[in-house]
Every structure is written in structure tokens, then in C-alpha cells.
């Protein structure tokens, strides 16, 4: 069954440090994953998109890697803001014509 | 640019009424793709609209439909809402591409909350 697991599914921190969200998932064939941000009482937000052939992506301070062989990927928040609080959502799309596979997500807070 | 709309953004119906939520997706975009949200059970996908014609279709009931309109906008439906449905219905929208295909970006809007008493 194609499924995409996060982990922790909670996390606390403290403002200015950093923090790595993991996602794993059992998709396949795999086409691309993807990594949103979605504050509370919005819509989720893209960071990220990643194909088979990338192993990391930036986008200021969020760093997503990819390992197509282990079938994992992480996401890396450097030096957190109050604002980076939210829950991240990984997401996994599989063979041409299937939808995209959710993850339940990483709620993050970051705490001054 | 004007981002994805979504009307109403709360919602509250009693048990065996009948919902539409509707849906305006980025100007230019085609493709607009549903969504429900739950704490429970996270984002799960409905179905998914090109060119007035749906394109693929997640594991629900009957009760929810869908349809899309020749400005793209899309309309979703349901019927004898159950206790179970209260949650987060978001809608997105993309260029063209199957939701998802290559690297082609979704565009959420900021969802309709339902809740059914």
C-alpha cells in the first residue's frame, strides 16, 4: 500500500535553533515529493518539489533532501522563527495518473 | 495576482442536509483538485478537474461530487451529510499538469470549514 509516514509528529524548539522533520514513504514507482508549510487556519503552501534525480532543494532557510533508495527525505529549518510555527506536510506522487499521497504531518512550534 | 478563492468559509449543517462549496481557481489555471482535511486522518484527495471533466477520483462515498464549470471554477457537492464530514475542505489549483506531475506547483486557497451537527 502506497503510504507516506512523518515524523515526530509533534516538535517544540526554541527560537534560533534548528530542527529536521523526516519523511518516509513506500510509494512506487515515485514521481516527485514534495514538502508544504501550512499555518493554522490556511491552506498548506508549497516549499519545496523535488524529482527522482534531485537529493536536495533550498528555499531560504528550509533544505529538503532526497534519498530515492532508502525512500526518505527530510526537511531542515536552520536558525527558526517564531513564524516557521506550523504544521509540514510531505508529499509523495506516484505513477503518471495517481493523486498525490499525503502525509498527516510535523506540527512544529517554535517558542520565544 | 488574486490567489485561490474558496465560498463560504464556515459552514454549519445539520445531519442529512446537502452542502456545495465552491472553488475560483488562479486566473489562467485548469485544473482544480479537492480536498478534505481532518485531524484524524490528515489531507485526503476527493478528485481532481481539467477542461470540465474529472480526471481522477479519490476513495469516497457517492455522496460527494463534483463539477467544474467553462471558467474553471469548480463546485463541490454533498448529499445526507453524516456526522463524519465536518472538516476542512481545501481546493487547489494548478496550470494544467495532472495535480502533481512533474514539477508543476498546487496552489491552495484557504478552505471552507464545515461542521455538521
Known amino acids: 500500500k502506497n503510504q507516506v509516514e512523518q515524523s515526530p509528529q509533534s516538535l517544540i524548539i526554541l527560537e534560533g535553533k534548528n530542527c529536521t522533520l523526516q519523511c518516509n514513504y513506500t510509494v512506487s514507482p515515485f514521481s516527485n515529493l514534495r514538502w508544504y508549510k501550512q499555518d493554522t487556519g490556511r491552506g498548506p503552501v508549497s516549499l519545496t518539489i523535488?524529482?527522482?534525480?534531485?537529493n536536495t532543494k533550498s528555499n531560504g532557510r528550509y533544505t529538503a533532501t532526497l534519498d530515492a533508495d532508502t525512500k526518505q527525505s527530510s526537511l531542515h529549518i536552520t536558525a527558526s522563527q517564531l513564524s516557521d510555527s506550523a504544521s509540514y506536510i510531505c508529499?509523495?506522487?506516484?505513477?503518471?495518473?495517481?493523486?498525490?499521497?499525503f502525509g498527516k504531518g510535523t506540527t512544529l512550534s517554535v517558542s520565544s | 495576482k488574486a490567489g485561490v478563492t474558496q465560498t463560504p468559509r464556515y459552514l454549519i449543517k445539520t445531519r442529512g442536509q446537502q452542502v456545495t462549496l465552491s472553488c475560483s481557481p488562479i486566473?489562467?489555471?485548469?485544473?482544480v483538485s479537492w480536498y478534505q482535511q481532518t485531524p484524524g486522518q490528515g489531507l485526503q484527495f476527493l478528485f481532481e478537474?481539467?477542461?470540465?471533466?474529472?480526471?481522477n477520483k479519490g476513495n469516497f462515498p457517492g455522496r460527494f461530487s463534483g463539477r467544474q464549470f467553462s471558467n474553471s471554477r469548480s463546485e463541490m457537492n454533498v448529499s445526507t451529510l453524516e456526522l463524519g464530514d465536518s472538516a476542512l475542505y481545501l481546493c487547489?489549483?494548478?496550470?494544467?499538469?495532472?495535480?502533481?506531475?512533474?514539477?508543476?506547483?498546487?496552489?491552495f486557497g484557504p478552505g471552507t470549514r464545515l461542521l455538521v451537527l
Open positions: 523535488m524529482t527522482f534525480s534531485e
Open positions: 487547489a489549483s494548478s496550470l494544467g499538469g495532472l495535480a502533481g506531475e512533474g514539477a508543476e506547483t498546487q496552489y
Open positions: 508529499v509523495v506522487k506516484g505513477q503518471a495518473g495517481t493523486a498525490l499521497i
Open positions: 478537474y481539467f477542461s470540465e471533466t474529472q480526471r
Open positions: 486566473s489562467g489555471h485548469r485544473s
